[in-house]
């Protein structure tokens, strides 16, 4: 079985300032991994995803996320953040390439300060 | 492109009772799956859809069930209603054997 571990639950920060937030995964098999942003009373949006090649993957809005196997991790960076990225980040994972049975985190609160 | 969409967006229910949940697919898609997430934590997967017919299924009691027809809507049915029940109930839309699931907003149920 696949399971992720967000180790913050919540993280603030001031505007401009960089963030990390971190994510583990669990698996016996290899795995898709994913970034998921929700915003206030929004649904789920996909931030960014590593299926194969390149272990850094990047997303339009200046988020990049490194894929590390042998720490089974998927920490998600950005160097100067905004207000607008105020959201909850959830870390996730996928046995197969058809989107099903996506395993989610427990999701790390990202509140930006001015 | 009107995306995945949901409804109802709200919705209040006894213990004991039946609800159903409706989600459209985003354009194009034929893959449908459901997921429940709980107040301060991550969605987790109920079912997935495909071809009108369950193609895996999560750690969920039968009380839940689903539908999907031929236009690739898809229905979440939970019967008999618990407190527990009370969630954001998400509905996600892919290709089949595409990795990238889009979501919709999520129908919140209160089970009261």
């Known amino acids: 079985a696949q399971s992720v571990t967000q180790l913050d639950s919540q993280v603030p920060v001031f505007e401009e300032a960089p963030v990390e937030l971190r994510c583990n995964y669990s698996?016996?098999?290899?795995?898709?991994l994913f970034w998921y942003v929700q915003y206030p009373n929004q649904g789920l949006q996909l931030l960014l995803k590593y299926l194969s090649g390149s272990t850094l993957v990047e997303s339009i809005n200046g988020f990049e996320a490194e894929f590390n196997k042998s720490q089974t991790s998927f920490h998600l960076r950005k160097p100067s953040v905004h207000i607008s990225d105020t959201a909850e980040y959830f870390c996730?994972?996928?046995?197969?390439?058809?989107?099903?049975?996506?395993?989610f985190g427990s999701g790390t609160r990202l509140s930006i300060r001015p | 492109d009107a995306g995945v969409t949901q409804s109802p967006t709200h919705l209040i229910k006894t213990r004991g009772q039946q609800v159903t949940l409706r989600c459209s697919p985003k354009?194009?898609?034929?893959?449908v799956s459901w997921y429940q997430q709980a107040l301060g934590q991550g969605p987790q997967f109920i079912f997935q859809?495909?071809?009108?017919?369950?193609?895996q299924r999560g750690n969920f009691p039968d009380r839940f069930s689903g539908h999907q027809f031929p236009n690739y809507s898809s229905e979440l049915n939970v019967n008999a209603l618990l407190l527990g029940d009370s969630a954001l109930y998400l509905c996600?839309?892919?290709?089949?054997?595409?990795?990238?699931?889009?979501f919709g907003q999520g129908t919140r149920l209160t089970v009261v």
């Open positions: 996730a994972v996928s046995v197969d390439s058809s989107a099903s049975k996506i395993i």
């Open positions: 996600a839309s892919s290709l089949v054997d595409n990795t990238e699931a889009f």
């Open positions: 698996s016996s098999v290899s795995v898709y």
């Open positions: 859809y495909y071809e009108e017919e369950e193609r």
């Open positions: 354009s194009g898609h034929d893959t």
